[in-house]
């Protein structure tokens, strides 16, 4: 677990699960993904597979422009209307 970015209104951890024995393929199986959580509605996503790779992509491209935390949280935003959970605290 690593936190990959943190602002006022969002943070967004990424997790990488070490590979398993499980092949498909002949190649290892990997799991892991990003956890978005948009601090004032307090709802949070947990993105893998298609969605992280894009989303990883669509940062790192994002990044290398230098954004601003408003570009950035620009970008994060679009993913709000997905967040369906309550972030709930123990």
Do not use: C, W
């Not at 970008?75 to 972030?87: A, D, G």
Request: avoid cysteine; charge should be negative; proline fraction near 4%.
């Amino acid at each position: 677990m690593q936190m990959v970015y943190n602002s006022d209104n969002y943070v967004v951890v990424q997790f990488d699960l070490p590979e398993g024995e499980a092949q498909h393929g002949g190649e290892p199986l990997s799991r892991g993904g990003f956890e978005i959580v948009d601090k004032f509605a307090r709802k949070e996503i947990f993105i893998e597979g298609a969605m992280a790779e894009a989303f990883k992509d669509e940062v790192t491209a994002l990044i290398e422009t230098s954004p601003s935390e408003e570009e950035m949280d620009d970008y994060i935003e679009r993913y709000t209307s997905l967040m369906q959970h309550p972030v709930i605290l123990h």
